[in-house]
């Protein structure tokens, strides 16, 4: 019954494309709600498995606390703006994947959900190579191995879903 609503293709592919946009639409809900998780993830300090001290624990996604951090934290550049900004990126990318997995035999939308993952990954390794918002652990982690893995993946079965 469940598997009428799934996408009618070969190979894992669609199926794993269709997991991650439902994934990113709760990333989208939680960007909406919170601005921990966001946080979690860009937080440039060594410790990155919770959020940076000026960031509300309670999850709240009001303005950040102005208490100054401890000695050698850098403070989150995360505003509950740049959180819900965030939740309407992944929202849109989200859309895009979702797309791309019912749609995966077209061209021009397999090429648009290949560019929203390159979208992302180019994103979140500047993030942490050039911008240094962000440090490689668990919640860089996520993002950094499905934008990274499905590029590879959509590359390599190209042929198979577009038959050229």
Known sequence: ???????????HLPLWM????????GNSIQAYKTVHFTA??????????????N??????????????????????????????????WTLLASIIRLYG????????????AMCAYAVAWVHFVAEWRIYGTTRLGVPLGGPLVISTGTLIW???????????
């Open 40 to 53: 979690r993830v860009y937080n440039p300090n060594p410790d990155n498995s919770r959020a940076p001290s």
């Open 101 to 112: 997995a019912y749609y995966i035999n077209n061209k021009a939308v397999y090429e648009l």
């Open 55 to 88: 960031i509300p624990s309670n999850g709240s996604s009001t303005t950040p606390k102005p208490e100054k951090p401890p000695v050698g934290e850098i403070p989150s550049q995360v505003t509950p703006l740049s959180s819900r900004t965030f939740g309407t």
């Open 1 to 11: 019954m469940a598997s009428t609503y799934l996408p009618a293709f070969e190979g």
């Open 154 to 164: 959509m590359f390599l079965m190209k042929d198979f879903y577009l038959g050229q």
């Open 18 to 25: 269709l997991f991650t946009s439902i994934i990113s639409v």
